[in-house]
């Protein structure tokens, strides 16, 4: 894992709070995993609540798979149950907080990640209803497609998953909000200037820079 | 044979019975839940023209990704094929008609059949891509769209253990869509790791009631080898 990424997950570990009930999206929130704490029950759209990251040395259970397929383990209070009633926790919004990947996310909170028209559309998962109906959804991506392009945008241009369903997104160049006003910049990443930040960013932001955070 | 005991059958027998051009779910999230040992079976006998309605594609080379490979299958309804880039290639190439569900809305509409129902009213992708499909209606003052449920000819389930009346029970990750698909095929046709005699099963753990099954076969645990990843980054 690259030291940006490990930047992003040791940011948005602290957006998870005692009690909570949390999802990981797969790819790099996937990596959210190891970073939480104990006080917090982890959904897995497969069936299970109360995923535990499998010790190295513990036994591979071959029935015990979160959604990514990897082998995990379970903590006591966990709980086992079928597609729809994963899916119930979901859509009534038992599940407190979502972090998912982005192909592209802009300043409406539209996100866009499942499908890249004739290149990539291996289907959709649970992301749709997990974007639509988890009440804080915060997105960790970089901030840049690997070409150097924002993927921070004025109005997605991919097919979006959901409309209007980000509340935060983590890149390791900062952490923003999407407000009704368009996106705030909430924390900057230490030694970057805000204007280095607005040039990698199509999106407009809105700064405070008496209140902003470094990270 | 007719009766509670008749359920009990061989695999040759049990498959035998699905024909070409069958509408058919499979279980499984996955390798965990997935009835690999009846897939082999339904590989062998030959049926082709099949349309599955299955969460995923498995991976290349195994499960129902070998009915793929070997060109059995006509059309997949599914959630995600993310993991097998040959059912990916094969609808890539139009060989595989591919109809893709949001994954909660995939186990909806296959309880909503389980249930008896037509269908459900909904407001999951509402304003997105999957809406072009559906038919929406205004309820309450709200947009809804509506979602037909999906019912099969046959269901292929793996369970854990079982009792010879075909009451279910499954284990951890491998229950998510087999209790549903259970109930939603008109017959459902269930593998089990073990199969005791009625009494056996605790009856407030039973997942799915013998009433939903058709025919149990029997299969060893090494009939789910090849889902068995040994080598865990």
Not at chain 1, 37 to 48: A, K, M, P, R
Not at chain 1, 73 to 87: E, K, L
Not at chain 2, 62 to 82: K, M, N, Y
Not at chain 2, 204 to 230: D, M, N, W, Y
């Amino acid at each position: 894992m690259s030291p940006d990424q490990q930047r992003i997950l040791a940011r948005a570990a602290r957006e998870v709070l005692p009690g909570h009930v949390v999802n990981l999206g797969i790819g790099l929130p996937t990596g959210l995993f190891s970073h939480l704490g104990g006080d917090v029950l982890v959904h897995s759209e497969n069936g299970v609540l109360g995923c535990s990251p499998r010790a190295d040395d513990e036994t591979l259970d071959y029935d015990l798979i979160d959604a990514g397929g990897a082998y995990i383990g379970i903590r006591p209070g966990a709980s086992f149950f079928d597609s729809c009633v994963s899916f119930a926790m979901v859509r009534r919004g038992r599940v407190d907080i979502t972090f998912m990947g982005a192909f592209e996310v802009d300043e409406h909170g539209n996100l866009a990640n499942w499908k890249i028209p004739g290149k990539f559309s291996p289907g959709i998962g649970g992301a749709m209803e997990l974007a639509q109906k988890v009440p804080r959804l915060v997105v960790l991506c970089s901030h840049n497609d690997k070409h150097g392009n924002p993927k921070i945008l004025h109005r997605c241009r991919l097919p979006v998953t959901a409309p209007r369903c980000v509340s935060r997104i983590i890149s390791e160049k900062a952490v923003m909000d999407v407000t009704p006003d368009g996106l705030k910049l909430i924390d900057i990443a230490e030694g970057l200037t805000v204007s280095a930040l607005r040039a990698a960013t199509e999106a407009p932001l809105l700064v405070d820079e008496t209140r902003l955070g470094r990270f | 044979m007719t009766g509670l005991i008749s359920k009990f059958q061989s695999i040759e027998e049990a498959v035998g019975c699905i024909p070409d051009g069958a509408t058919i779910m499979v279980g499984g999230f996955g390798s965990p839940g997935t009835p690999f040992a009846l897939i082999e079976e339904l590989l062998a006998q030959g049926q082709k023209g099949l349309t599955l309605i299955k969460n995923d594609a498995n991976e290349s080379g195994i499960g129902i990704g070998r009915l793929i490979e070997a060109g059995r299958v006509a059309r997949l309804i599914t959630s995600h094929i993310g993991l097998n880039r040959i059912a990916i290639e094969e609808m890539n190439a139009g060989r595989l008609r591919v109809e893709i569900h949001p994954q909660g809305l995939l186990a909806e509409k296959i309880r909503c059949a389980g249930a008896g129902h037509y269908g459900f009213l909904t407001d999951i992708g509402l304003e997105t891509e999957i809406a072009a499909h559906r038919r929406e209606i205004q309820c309450e003052g709200r947009t809804w769209a509506i979602e037909p449920a999906l019912y099969a000819d046959f269901a292929l389930v793996h369970a854990d253990r079982a009792d010879r009346y075909g009451n279910l029970v499954y284990r951890a990750t491998a229950c998510n869509f087999n209790p549903l698909m259970a109930m939603a095929a008109n017959e459902t046709i269930a593998q089990s790791y073990r199969v005791d005699e009625p009494g056996s099963l605790d009856p407030e753990a039973i997942h799915t009631p013998c009433a939903f099954v058709s025919a149990l076969v029997q299969v060893p645990v090494e009939s789910s080898e090849q889902g068995r990843r040994k080598h865990v980054s």
